[in-house]
């Protein structure tokens, strides 16, 4: 059984938070599509409220702390990426837009990521097309083509065919499509690993 595993990174500054909710609705819903399709799926949750600090002092020295380190490795090794972020003044709230400028320059080209939002007004969720997506593809992310966006009316009532049910199965169908065929993430690279055989090293060798 192949083993694959999705990052899931909410920006929620509250607890509890709509934000994460939505999250972790649609990494269940993905994490059982997959499932479906052989694979043993792992899920690993990043809160960024809980990076707060860490991405603002990355953002300063150019170095990340460790818990945020293992942080940014973890996402640039998943074989998928749920983004969810709360909607702030007609677009992504600053916390998920300052993590996402210290991920590696290359952690996310050609993953296939599942977009999504939260906010007050069903009206916000133009957000999604107009903000959320376009950084996505600048980083050479594969965004899928369904955004998920959860107003608070969305949550009255919920059962399993509304509206909302209806797009988080979608979105989740379609992220474990392009995870399906694609080969198993391999992560990030080790920028201190040896390319040249030690024996090479100490005779002089030149590999090349």
Known sequence: MTRRTFAVVSAGLGQPSSTRLLADQLAAAARDELAGRGADVDLHAVELREHAHDVVNHLLTGFPPGALRRTLDAVAAADGLIAVTPVFNASYNGLFKSFFDVVDRDALA??????????????????LEHAVRPMFTYLRAVVLPTAVFAAPEDWAGDDGDSALRVRIRRAAGELAEQVDHRPPATGPADPFALTTDFADLLAGRDPS
């Open 110 to 127: 050609g993953k296939p990521v599942l977009i999504a939002a939260t906010g007050g007004t069903a009206r916000h969720s133009l957000a």
